[in-house]
């Protein structure tokens, strides 16, 4: 079973959900870090690292000796990658989106492919639980492909926990997928509402079944749970605001660590899932 | 013209309610959304939309089935894997590339523009406010954050105001890349928590990346006290100005759960102070730069 945490708005603590989850269900639980842009889940899990290796997307080289320029690579590309002035070809790797369009209409076969460096795939392990992560190299700005390099290593057939970026476009898109279930972490203010409601809608465009989980629950209003309500969103956990929580947090600390009980918590949320799949 | 950006890196440090504070302090300024993807900062300003647009950007295959023959070179060129074995194209995975459009040999597929969001040109209490929404599960986020900020220089110069205050998105990708080139300076808002810390050093070094000048504030310092500490360390480290200190304080989610800023919830409230004090230190910097 593949279970995503995701949110809409950043910092409701889709984090703190993700890594606690999967160490309360340690060592069945594999953990990957989706949100590549700011991976932070290590922060918490610490594991000890197995293997760091950097992943790259092709991107057009061109033979200057067999091009002639005829503007065919350019006409055929999409994203303004490669363009032809007079007898110059120019690439702009960083706009490539390496759909190789260029490389089989060039007629002269003058293009072949090189590799734009996405960033680094991690994996890694603290006691049973396997963890994976993606960082995103600083000023890359694709990281679908990079999440999706980070998915490839989810172990089939076992219990695969993601930790999403916040948003609703490609990228946390590239995070659902396929998912069995999503965990949508939220707060009870009117911007933890407004970006639930986005979440809500791009959930229900991949027809994933989703519940709730609403964090810092006793600060704010009752209009996320009023809405749970009139969309029938099954509200699987609420987390209220603890000094202790957020201290524990802000070191790096996680609660089924600091707080016991909490290891309980997250086990029970994982059978009620289990009954909703 | 200058234009202050506002980004953080991790989510949910405050970007938005501190902006919209700004907002209430700042003159002669637009006020611009950049973060489309998740948009809020109308929750706060609550804008009369004067002027929607609609946003087109990319392109998504569609196989006319009257035309398919089913050869399959479409399905063995696609990258992302976006077309069925029975020849449908799946438009979260069709990248827009239109390689199966220049190939297929029955000119079969159509490749329609994406129509992915809508923007917003709007008067608020506090001014004119630019702003956008990206359609759920769309892509080209990048695309839209520029057109916003292209369209908040342009009703700046129209209108002769001098400042545009930009709410930025979070992480370090696309969007935030479209969101700071050009920008006169970033502020970059973090939390004294690991992961704050962890990602203010990613946005800084972002920022560095693109040559922008950058400054750092600290939200819910208190939190701990320590880690505050060692997070203006680092970012001194990073080039970049730390200018201040907020405090946790609930006046920021009680002011935001009424739609007001900080200012118009309790004009006396210490918070409120903090705020008060690094929009003096962020307006005297921006005054020492060059405009964008």
């Known amino acids: 079973m593949i279970i995503s945490i995701a949110s809409g708005k950043g910092g409701t603590g889709k984090t703190t959900v993700a890594t606690n989850l999967a160490l309360a269900l340690s060592p069945e639980a594999q953990l990957l870090d989706c949100d590549v842009e700011e991976p932070n889940a290590h922060l918490f899990i610490q594991p000890q690292w197995e293997k760091s290796e950097a992943v790259s997307t092709p991107v057009p080289v061109v033979d200057e000796e067999k091009c002639t320029h005829c503007g065919k690579c350019a006409e055929i590309c999409q994203f303004k990658a490669i363009v032809v002035i007079g007898e110059t070809v120019l690439c702009f790797p960083e706009l490539c989106h390496s759909c190789g369009g260029c490389m089989l209409v060039c007629p002269e076969k003058a293009i072949s492919e090189g590799g734009r460096e996405l960033g680094l795939v991690e994996t890694g392990r603290r006691n049973g639980l396997e963890f994976v992560h993606g960082k995103l190299r600083v000023s890359e700005a694709m990281s679908p492909p990079l999440i999706k390099k980070v998915r490839e290593l989810a172990r089939p057939n076992s219990l695969v926990i993601i930790d999403a970026p916040p948003g609703t476009s490609c990228p946390v898109i590239a995070a659902m997928k396929d998912a069995d279930f999503v965990l949508l972490v939220t707060e009870p203010t009117p911007f933890g509402l407004h970006d639930l409601k986005l979440a809500v809608g791009a959930v229900r465009v991949l027809g994933i079944p989703c519940g709730l989980i609403i964090n810092r629950s006793d600060m704010g209003d009752d209009r996320v749970k009023e809405y749970a309500g009139e969309e029938d969103l099954p509200v699987l956990m609420e987390i209220p605001f603890d000094r202790r929580i957020a201290e524990a947090y802000s070191k790096g600390e996680a609660l089924v660590d600091v707080m016991p009980e909490w290891r309980e918590k997250f086990k029970a949320l994982y059978r009620r899932i289990q009954e909703m799949v | ?292």
């Not at chain 2, 295959?61 to 399905?75: F, N, Q, S, V, Y």
């Not at chain 2, 808002?189 to 922008?212: C, I, N, Q, W, Y």
């Open chain 2, 1 to 292: 013209m200058k234009e202050l950006v506002v980004i953080s890196g991790k989510g949910g440090t405050g970007k938005t309610t501190l902006l919209s504070a700004f907002a209430a302090l700042a003159e002669n300024k637009v006020v611009c959304d950049a973060d489309v993807d998740a948009a809020d900062l109308h929750l706060i300003m609550i804008p009369k939309v004067r002027r929607c647009e609609s946003f087109q950007s990319g392109r998504t295959a569609m196989i006319d089935r009257d035309k398919c023959t089913e050869c399959g070179l479409c399905r063995d060129l696609c990258r992302w894997d976006a077309i069925s074995e029975d020849f449908q194209v799946d438009p979260l995975e069709c990248e827009g590339c239109g390689v199966c459009v220049h190939f297929c040999p029955e000119n079969a597929i159509e490749f329609p523009l994406n129509t992915c969001g809508e923007w917003f040109i709007s008067e608020t209490r506090f001014g004119p406010m630019v702003h956008a929404r990206l359609g759920i599960a769309e892509e080209n986020s990048g695309k839209l954050v520029s057109l916003v900020r292209q369209e908040a220089k342009k009703l700046a110069e129209e209108r002769k105001l001098d400042l545009i205050l930009t709410d930025g998105p979070p992480g370090v990708g696309c969007p935030v890349i479209a969101s700071i080139g050009g920008a006169t300076a970033l502020l970059i808002v973090t939390e004294p928590t690991l992961s704050g810390a962890h990602d203010m050093v990613r946005v800084a070094e972002l920022a560095a990346h693109f040559k922008l000048p950058g400054m750092m504030c600290i939200n819910k310092y208190d939190l701990n006290v320590e880690q505050s500490q060692k997070i203006e360390e680092t970012a001194v480290e990073k080039g970049l100005a730390v200018i201040g200190r907020i405090p946790f304080d609930p006046v920021f989610t009680k002011a935001m759960v009424q739609g007001k800023t900080i200012f118009e919830y309790d004009g006396s409230s210490e918070a409120g102070v903090w705020v008060r004090d690094i929009w003096q230190k962020v307006e005297a910097k921006l005054r020492t730069l060059n405009s964008a």
